[in-house]
């Protein structure tokens, strides 16, 4: 079963940068997704970045020209930079690996890397 672990957070400043990396262990299948969500405090979860593995990405749309996601199949690693951060990025950021065939749905959650930007 593949598992996402998350590194690369921290506490930055304002206007600063950060790049959240996601270490995928297992037999990795594709087609796959790859994800990066959040929750900042007393909110819902909400959807950050997704890749899939041909290359194709999504952004949530307050994230378009700050935050870029990529992976490198090769090191089973999925990145996310994060550019021009702001306080209301403080949050907990969670990757997801998602795989779905007919049939099959292959999900798992890394446990979380925090993020904390300050003013």
């Known amino acids: 079963q593949v598992q996402p672990v998350e590194s690369g957070g921290g506490l930055v400043q304002f206007g600063g940068s950060l790049r959240l990396s996601c270490q995928l262990s297992?037999?990795?299948?594709?087609?796959?997704?790859v994800g990066w969500y959040r929750r900042a405090p007393g909110k819902q979860r909400e959807m950050v970045a997704t890749?899939?593995?041909?290359?194709?990405?999504n952004y949530a749309e307050s994230m378009k020209g700050r935050f870029t996601i990529s992976r490198d199949n090769a090191k089973n690693t999925v990145y996310l930079q994060m550019n021009s951060l702001k306080p209301e990025d403080t949050a907990v950021y969670y990757c997801?690996?998602?795989?779905?065939?007919?049939?099959?749905?292959?999900?798992?959650w890394g446990e979380g890397t925090q993020v904390i930007v300050s003013s």
């Open positions: 890749i899939s593995s041909g290359g194709t990405t």
């Open positions: 297992g037999r990795i299948y594709t087609p796959n997704v």
């Open positions: 997801n690996f998602d795989r779905r065939t007919r049939g099959t749905i292959e999900e798992a």
